[in-house]
């Protein structure tokens, strides 16, 4: 399983776009706007999720927010633009009124072909807030197992069963 962060994931399909490569720019000179009640700024991590040509939907980087007289400009991750990249992928969503704080799957069927075939994000888990998580000593070089602390809840787990 791969586990992808973005700052927020879209409600609804973003303004008129056109995507060459893995490029979405704007088809007209607006400002990008704010998803999910999250400002975006350039650099952002977003779950694109709601396009109606679902080949466009992924995780992107805000490139350029554009301005009266530019468009703006998405280009999807680098760590979540190929097809071996996007297997068992999971999103977590950082930021959000609606979408904060919550986990999407792809749950496109294998083969995919990024940019050709539709990617459908499904959500995975409701909003959830983490404790105050320390972690506790564990052996990691030659060690076989150890234990993750949580508030006063131990978890423990074996190393053998976790893969690389």
Not at 50 to 70: H, M, V, W
Request: glycine fraction near 10%.
């Amino acid at each position: 399983m791969y586990i992808i962060n973005v700052k927020a994931a879209t409600t609804a399909a973003l303004a008129a776009n056109t995507r060459t490569a893995n490029t979405l720019r704007g088809d007209s000179a607006v400002v990008f706007a704010a998803i999910d009640g999250v400002g975006i700024v350039a650099g952002d991590r977003i779950l694109i999720k709601n396009e109606a040509t679902s080949a466009n939907n992924g995780i992107y980087i805000l490139r350029d927010t554009g301005n009266s007289t530019e468009n703006f400009i998405l280009v999807r991750a680098n760590d979540a633009d190929t097809s071996d990249k996007l297997q068992n992928a999971k999103v977590f969503v950082n930021q959000g009124t609606t979408n904060g704080d919550t986990s999407w799957s792809l749950t496109t069927n294998f083969p995919i072909t990024i940019n050709s075939t539709g990617l459908t994000y499904a959500q995975t888990s409701d909003a959830v807030t983490m404790p105050n998580i320390t972690a506790n000593p564990m052996i990691v070089g030659g060690g076989t197992h150890g234990t993750v602390g949580a508030n006063s809840t131990v978890i423990g787990f074996d190393a053998t069963a976790v893969g690389a």
